[in-house]
């Protein structure tokens, strides 16, 4: 019996993220790759749909109307988030989670990346966030923010593929088309996520309420989310599988075969 999976990609990414990790997982079951709102090529439909709150709804109804049954959601890091808040608020569409690198509680002990340190906080305050992202489209080449990207999210950048790259600049390409609010809609999802992360209690209970099987898969050198939190809910957790990999934040895109192993490990495991 082949099991669909949904595939939710992180903060400022796209379904392009899933690339290199998709073709290896075609004899798992029917794949499904979408851009969430306000990234990729899918514009917002309105000033909020862009948060995260936003985007489970999104995901909801995708599952819902498009796949036509429960579904194993893949989430990375915001994506993951958001897979976390469909599977708490509609169990019954989700039969797998599966957490790339997710955005976690903070646990005690862990460090944050002074650079991502500052850059959440710039987009936190009003206007700022907005003038900072935009000056940075402006000012650098998109080959460059995408080359600072892929430094910030890995942990070797060699194993990113070159034709990888070059499908991402011509993207960014593109949404300057199809995205004129791309600003808006980063710094409304940024905002929305910490948001739900600074209701940490909260967000804690939606995590420990998960009835189905969750498979939670985390780089060691992720600056990001820190490997620590991934340990301490899995600790916390037992009942999870957990797997560590030599990865950074993005270990579906720098490790793509180590991460169809864990899913395809995972998968027969599902009720």
């Not at 099991?3 to 290896?24: A, C, D, E, I």
Request: hydrophobic share 45%; charged share 20%.
């Amino acid at each position: 019996m082949t099991t669909p999976l949904v595939f939710v990609h992180g903060l400022g990414g796209s379904g392009l993220n899933w690339s290199q990790l998709t073709p290896l997982l075609a004899d798992v079951g029917p794949l499904h790759v979408f851009d969430l709102a306000g990234f990729g090529l899918r514009p917002p439909s309105g000033p909020r749909s862009t948060t995260v709150q936003a985007n489970a709804a999104l995901v909801q109804r995708f599952i819902a109307e498009k796949v036509g049954e429960p579904a194993v959601l893949v989430g990375n890091s915001m994506g993951g988030m958001i897979s976390i808040l469909v599977a708490a608020a509609n169990p019954g569409l989700v039969r797998g989670l599966a957490l790339i690198d997710p955005t976690l509680p903070a646990a005690r002990g862990a460090k944050i990346d002074p650079m991502v340190r500052k850059q959440f906080l710039v987009q936190l305050v009003p206007g700022l966030g907005e003038l900072v992202i935009r000056r940075r489209i402006a000012r650098i080449p998109a080959r460059d923010r995408v080359a600072a990207t892929l430094d910030l999210c890995c942990s070797d950048v060699s194993r990113i593929s070159a034709s990888y790259v070059e499908d991402m600049v011509a993207q960014d390409g593109e949404m300057d088309r199809v995205q004129p609010d791309r600003v808006a809609a980063h710094v409304a999802a940024s905002r929305s996520l910490l948001r739900v992360l600074g209701r940490a209690s909260t967000y804690q209970a939606k995590l420990d309420a998960l009835t189905m099987p969750v498979l939670l898969v985390h780089g060691t050198h992720d600056r990001l989310v820190s490997v620590v939190n991934a340990r301490a809910a899995a600790a916390r957790h037992p009942e999870w599988t957990y797997v560590e990999l030599d990865a950074g934040h993005i270990p579906h895109m720098e490790t793509p075969d180590e991460v169809a192993a864990a899913l395809k490990s995972w998968l027969p495991t599902l009720p």
